[in-house]
């Protein structure tokens, strides 16, 4: 439906609470979801309309309690490519949005990062297997047969430093619910 304003802050705590805190397994297609996000959404009429009609550049804010994983055997290599294609995309509608609506892409893990470092060093890097996995190339990021994926060692804060560089935005790491307030509400100022 059509975008809805949270007007207090009880409001905004309910939708965090109820649509953000629960944990409920699965798949997460998270770099389908910045492609989603930067491209078919942003031109959904509704949204066009309210943006226009508001003078407003979107906001876009992606958040995980994980990894971009959509099969049982996914590794941290597998996410290579993938991450490299998404960032493909949301660095094209970045470069086409002079002059009409600019979004900016924000991302928020939600945890504790799974390895130490993040992306490396550089605006627009090509995403390797070094980069984005360190010594976590070959691990499941779900394992399903009783070991330690790396879902349960932490969230990618690295894919999520790349998407908010793509997109022009901020990456964020926090691992309760106030700290997401505080990204919200960083997030928002930045913009407004």
């Not at 691990?139 to 430093?161: F, K, M, Q, T, W």
């Amino acid at each position: 439906g059509p975008p809805r304003v949270l007007r207090s802050a009880a409001k905004y705590k309910e939708m965090v609470t109820k649509n953000l805190m629960n944990r409920t397994g699965g798949y997460t297609h998270l770099y389908n979801a910045a492609e989603y996000s930067v491209t078919t959404l942003l031109q959904n009429k509704q949204i066009q309309d309210f943006l226009v009609a508001k003078s407003a550049d979107p906001t876009i804010v992606l958040l995980t309690d994980g990894f971009n994983n959509q099969a049982g055997d996914d590794t941290c290599m597998t996410n290579v490519d993938r991450l490299e294609s998404s960032l493909s995309v949301v660095r094209e509608r970045m470069a086409k949005s002079g002059g009409g609506i600019t979004p900016r892409l924000y991302t928020i893990g939600l945890g504790r990062p799974y390895r130490k470092g993040g992306k490396p060093k550089g605006f627009n890097q090509t995403v390797t297997p070094q980069g984005l996995c360190g010594r976590y190339v070959n691990n499941r990021i779900d394992d399903g047969r009783g070991n330690e994926g790396l879902e349960d060692v932490g969230i990618d804060h690295v894919s999520l430093e790349w998407l908010a560089e793509a997109g022009r935005g901020d990456s964020f790491v926090r691992n309760n619910a106030r700290g997401l307030s505080e990204v919200f509400q960083k997030a928002a100022a930045k913009r407004y």
